[in-house]
């Protein structure tokens, strides 16, 4: 769940410049990514039973988790320094250390859903209290991506909140999704900032049930697609950034909202653009980049040139112009098409073995339990 990138800095002659100051010889640095495996919404049939859960290897880091979420107390931020700052900047470092809590309510609330044993139940619903009621929403998209899991733990343990604590929830999530809806701008920077946004919103509408926040979700969500996704296939965001990870990033959340979005447009993946794109379109574009058929070098010509040079002047080595793509990161893509697609079952099954990634692994399963598919 957190990428955790350590290298030695050489001797810079044109000595780069970092958050703290100028590069010093020899001295270690660290580059820190955070990212939650993607958001499945769990209302599948209830047909896996506690002893499975238990028996079931799959979810061994995710039960991990939730046992050492047990022994720990909360560490929410009211702000997230992360969002526009390099990955070996001192404030993102502490943020990622903190919002490591995400990881643990995200695996507390599935423990309980499958087990539902109290004591993950308690301590998820601390994590909750504490989160939502230090953290102020900005309607920073990257930033509150990060935070879906309490969408996820307001609905695994709704039945067993207090009616002030519900309600302190609640509010948080109206305010987060009228902050984004504010800053609502698709014609402006990345789109896959924009499906993020889109993505927030629409969960806030579907925990509370608010059909307001559920239409301009939908309505934005299309207007996104008619933007983003290209006849060829690629996204704006490989265009823009002359990066396949950007590309991905934009795609995975794309599908990630097609299926929260399914109950109201279940013609969803297939639904083509004024312009000819789709979603199936774009994931036939993704697939042999991700069996590893095709390759990309990263970053190269990138149009976002000054953040961009900023992360490669660093010496993040995630960040080198001409870096080899790795597919393993668009593996979520072909997972969550796969519920459209069941020609995608053969590349999945291949792709699942050769990742051998606890993390798509357990997506693979949660989405499996909650068939969207044409099988």
């Not at 320094?81 to 990622?96: F, I, T």
């Not at 950007?246 to 004024?274: F, G, H, R």
Request: net charge negative; with cysteine.
């Amino acid at each position: 769940m957190i990428k955790l990138y350590i290298v030695f800095f050489l001797y810079l002659s044109t000595m780069a410049w970092t958050p703290s100051g100028l590069a010093q010889s020899n001295v270690p640095e660290s580059f820190v990514e955070f990212d939650l495996p993607p958001f499945v919404w769990p209302t599948y049939q209830q047909e896996f039973s506690e002893k499975k859960w238990q028996m079931d290897t799959v979810f061994d880091q995710v039960r991990q988790y939730a046992i050492e979420g047990l022994e720990r107390s909360p560490q929410p931020l009211d702000s997230i320094h992360y969002e526009g700052y390099l990955s070996n900047a001192p404030q993102r470092h502490q943020s990622v250390k903190q919002l490591r809590d995400m990881q643990y309510l995200y695996a507390l609330a599935w423990s309980y859903e499958f087990t539902h044993q109290q004591k993950f139940a308690q301590q998820g619903i601390e994590y909750l209290s504490a989160w939502t009621s230090a953290y102020k929403p900005t309607g920073n998209d990257v930033n509150e991506n990060k935070l879906d899991a309490i969408f996820l733990g307001y609905t695994i343990f709704y039945p067993l909140l207090e009616r002030d604590l519900r309600q302190q929830i609640e509010d948080w999530m109206k305010t987060l999704a009228e902050m984004h809806i504010s800053l609502w701008d698709p014609d402006e920077g990345s789109s896959n900032r924009h499906a993020k946004s889109v993505k927030l919103i629409l969960l806030a509408g579907r925990c509370l049930d608010n059909k307001r926040l559920l239409n301009f979700a939908t309505i934005a969500y299309q207007e996104l697609l008619q933007k983003c996704l290209l006849p060829t296939g690629a996204t704006t965001d490989l265009e823009r950034r002359k990066s396949m990870h950007y590309n991905v990033s934009c795609l995975q959340v794309l599908l990630e909202v097609a299926l929260l979005i399914d109950p109201w447009m279940p013609d969803i993946y297939t639904l083509k653009t004024e312009n000819g794109g789709s979603l199936k379109r774009s994931v036939a574009f993704l697939l042999p980049y991700v069996l590893g058929k095709q390759e990309f070098r990263e970053w190269v010509g990138t149009n976002v040139e000054g953040f961009d040079r900023k992360r490669a002047i660093s010496q993040d080595p995630y960040y080198q112009p001409g870096k080899k793509w790795d597919p393993a990161e668009g593996v979520f893509c072909i997972l969550f098409a796969r519920q459209y697609e069941s020609r995608l079952d053969a590349p999945s099954s291949r792709l699942l073995a050769e990742s051998a990634q606890w993390e798509h692994e357990a997506i693979n399963k949660l989405l499996a339990l909650n068939q969207h598919s044409d099988h």
